[in-house]
């Protein structure tokens, strides 16, 4: 799990050097923003459903145009994301195992059954 925590994280590093964004805004606009899009767009295809993935994509511009100072909002919403996967503990799992689990493990797993379920009714 290490491994993949550190592949992740310089990842999400590089991602920032050459964006200009600092590692939490970048951090905060992958889980929180590209992440769930994609979800959202494979489950709008699925329900053939274009409104709901262009519901979400302006509720998400909407929400970037009204916060003020994105970096101190990306970096408060990051310290309660470490907050969470921190609170992990409690079933005996350390931050880097909460975070590949919770943040890499899971919306794999979510997006390889959305995928798959995309192309099986796509067959049909």
């Known amino acids: 799990m290490d ?3 550190q592949v992740v994280y310089k990842t ?3 991602i920032s050097e050459i964006s200009g964004l600092t590692y939490h805004e970048v951090n905060i606009i992958v889980y929180y923003m590209v992440v769930p899009t994609l979800f ?3 489950i709008s295809k699925i329900l053939k ?3 709901l993935l262009i519901g ?3 509720f998400q511009l909407f929400v970037v145009f009204v916060i003020p100072d994105f970096e101190k909002f990306a970096t408060t919403l ?3 994301s470490v907050n969470f996967l921190n609170s992990f503990s409690q079933v005996g799992l350390n931050y880097v195992q909460a975070s590949v689990v919770i943040c890499v493990i899971i919306p794999t797993t979510i ?3 959305l995928m798959y379920w995309n ?3 796509t067959r049909n």
């Open 119 to 121: 192309k099986k009714i």
């Open 40 to 42: 959202i767009f494979l």
């Open 49 to 51: 459903a274009k409104s």
């Open 12 to 14: 999400l590093k590089w």
């Open 56 to 58: 979400f994509i302006i």
């Open 3 to 5: 491994h993949i925590f």
């Open 111 to 113: 997006l390889a059954a």
């Open 78 to 80: 990051f310290e309660g």
